[in-house]
């Protein structure tokens, strides 16, 4: 794991200076404190921050061709380098190293761009090539590594966190009003957006080519799709032997490492799997670490401590408490703009604990996306019980209508008048952080970001129209695989890991793994009651039966508790005070209405909090 980043200027003449590149790199220190480097070539700057995983004496970036003449800086892990190493050995390549970035180098020479074709890992890079005078980047298949870019009349800037662009100097900071709707809308940041107009995110699946040939020129492809292709041939005993055996596959690449390794143990069933593939791949005790909350509805401990000692684990643990809201400016300054995942607290605590003991840790990151894992899948399609009632205006619209095209054209009660019992409101409260009513609300009434951006309200039913083909669950695993994955769950991966200098790994994210579960029927995945079936047919011969049983709990953090009881004058005089920052773009009267309904026990209002929160304390640092 590192930290990469880059200046081109795109007047030819005009020298990058080596302060400029240390001053990016020092930004970013913590994302590589063991080595760092530049490439230096006239109006071309790389630099590299590194945490040594792989080949620790000879790792050193940038690293060069035989003449030089093409530089990569890299960060992540390939996990079949070995193989691809001997493939080109054979066709008479030298290599210098026992990295994997040599190994993307060689790739590139032999096969260009299509050399993405070739790579399985989690990656985001950049590679110089001054024969064809072109810069190419490229970003992972999930978008598990960060790369965001800047680009004017003047230069172009790249870096794997968005403090490193701005340590560039002369950057455009003006706040993007679609990246301020989309952060209260969701909670996170979507699409290519960054919160600065002029910074954007180069999307998972996505190279970029910089070129400087007859004149500058910046061309965005996509290089991977997501293709959801069942196959209903095979039987369910077919699907559990391949999914066994190709989990244990990717685990064990996974676990390729020069340092000492462990995982991050919830006592879900993912988080689970992964750790007893590891204790099936490794020798040595598996070094296993888990966070818990004294609120013990929130807590897993007891389901990773069954977990820890069934597979001989060498097990930590730590609890979480209130106190723990001291830790929002630094959260603040790590994810570099408004981010509403109040679950960055527990992975920044489980990252820093496990660092004492490991480099690299696996995570169980990705398995309700591939295996239909999320309660809010149930809850749209359990049209048995609950047949849902397109009956708001709005809903019906703008979400209801695309989703209800979605379904299976078979689906029992398709035509029929739905409703849903439960919560009316359901599907825009799995939309949206805050819907466009509440927004509408919240912002100044001449505020352009929500009078001027229409950017959130669309983006994710767009998506589900693109969608699958015409399977409901299919859809939704695509919706969230290109949104909350990626903008959420992942960003707050890497930035919580990346602040203890932990590089934290997603085996389950493996593209060949994730190819294998495309394949799978949605009805072995999940129906009626009954979540992620197939998975957990898989592992029941490996892990207790409490783990396959109990109710899903996520990483979820007690805010609700916290906000109406030790924190609440906190949240009082933060949100509340004379001036605070957000009052520029936010209605005060409004915030203060849903402080009081939240204190009053009337509603739970602690996620729209959290947001606050943040976005107050985001105001500070970069007023």
């Not at 009052?583 to 509603?603: H, P, R, T, W």
Request: hydrophobic residues 40%; glycine residues 6%.
């Amino acid at each position: 794991m590192c930290g990469i980043t880059g200046t081109i200027y795109l007047d030819k003449n005009r020298k990058v200076e080596a302060s400029v590149l240390k001053r990016m790199t020092d930004t970013i220190y913590h994302r590589g404190p063991d080595d760092e480097g530049t490439y230096i070539q006239n109006n071309v700057g790389l630099g590299f921050r590194r945490l040594s995983i792989i080949d620790l004496s000879t790792g050193h970036q940038p690293i060069a061709n035989d003449d030089s003449s093409i530089n990569i800086v890299f960060n992540g892990e390939i996990y079949n380098f070995l193989e691809q190493r001997e493939l080109l050995i054979a066709k008479g390549y030298r290599f210098r190293t026992t990295t994997d970035t040599e190994v993307i180098l060689r790739l590139y020479e032999e096969y260009g761009v299509d050399c993405l074709k070739y790579l399985r890992g989690m990656f985001a890079f950049a590679i110089w090539d001054n024969n064809k005078k072109q810069l190419f980047c490229a970003r992972d298949r999930f978008g598990i590594k960060p790369f965001y870019y800047y680009t004017d009349k003047d230069k172009f800037v790249f870096g794997s966190e968005i403090k490193a662009i701005l340590a560039a100097g002369d950057i455009d900071k003006s706040i993007s009003y679609d990246a301020l709707d989309s952060y209260f809308a969701f909670g996170y940041i979507t699409s290519d957006l960054s919160v600065y107009k002029t910074i954007r995110k180069l999307q998972p699946s996505h190279y970029l080519l910089l070129s400087f040939k007859d004149k500058v020129t910046i061309d965005i492809q996509k290089y991977w799709e997501i293709k959801f292709e069942p196959d209903f041939t095979r039987k369910e005993e077919q699907w559990m032997e391949d999914i066994e055996a190709c989990l244990s596959e990717t685990v064990k690449i996974h676990m390729i490492a020069d340092v000492p390794l462990g995982a991050f143990l919830s006592g879900g069933i993912d988080s689970s799997s992964v750790v007893a593939m590891m204790a099936k791949n490794s020798s040595f005790p598996v070094k296993t670490f888990t966070i818990g909350f004294k609120e013990k509805e929130f807590s897993e401990l007891e389901y990773a401590r069954e977990v820890a000692r069934k597979f001989g684990c060498e097990h930590h643990e730590q609890i979480v408490d209130p106190e723990s809201i001291g830790l929002l400016p630094k959260l603040v300054h790590a994810y570099d703009e408004p981010f509403a995942d109040t679950s960055a607290i527990p992975t920044y605590y489980v990252s820093k604990m496990a660092r004492e003991y490991v480099t690299v840790a696996l995570s169980g990151d990705g398995g309700d996306e591939l295996f239909a894992g999320y309660s809010s899948y149930q809850s749209l399609v359990n049209y048995h019980s609950n047949p849902l009632n397109f009956n708001s205006p709005f809903l019906n619209k703008l979400i209801w209508g695309s989703v209800h095209k979605a379904l299976p054209q078979t689906m029992k009660g398709k035509s029929a008048s739905y409703f849903m019992s439960k919560n009316k409101e359901y599907a825009s409260a799995y939309l949206y952080l805050w819907s466009i009513e509440e927004r509408k609300k919240l912002f100044l009434n001449d505020h352009p970001a929500i009078n001027t951006s229409n950017a959130s309200e669309p983006f994710k039913v767009n998506i589900l129209k693109k969608g699958a083909g015409n399977d409901f669950i299919s859809n939704m695993q695509y919706l969230d695989l290109q949104t909350y994955m990626v903008d959420s769950v992942l960003t707050k991966v890497d930035r919580a890991s990346m602040l203890s200098s932990l590089e934290v790994r997603v085996p389950l994210l493996d593209h060949k793994f994730a190819e294998l579960s495309f394949r799978i029927p949605s009805q072995l995945k999940m129906k009626f009651n009954e979540q992620k079936i197939i998975f957990k047919k898989t592992m029941a011969a490996s892990l207790p039966a409490s783990i396959l049983k109990h109710p899903k709990q996520g990483f979820s953090v007690p805010l609700s508790v916290w906000f109406k009881d030790d924190l609440k004058m906190y949240v009082k005089d933060v949100l509340l005070s004379q001036n605070p920052f957000l009052s520029s773009y936010l209605d005060k009267k409004y915030i203060a209405k849903i402080v009081g309904e939240n204190s009053s026990g009337m509603k739970d209002m602690s996620t729209r909090i959290w947001s606050l929160l943040f976005f107050e304390e985001w105001l500070k640092q970069n007023k």
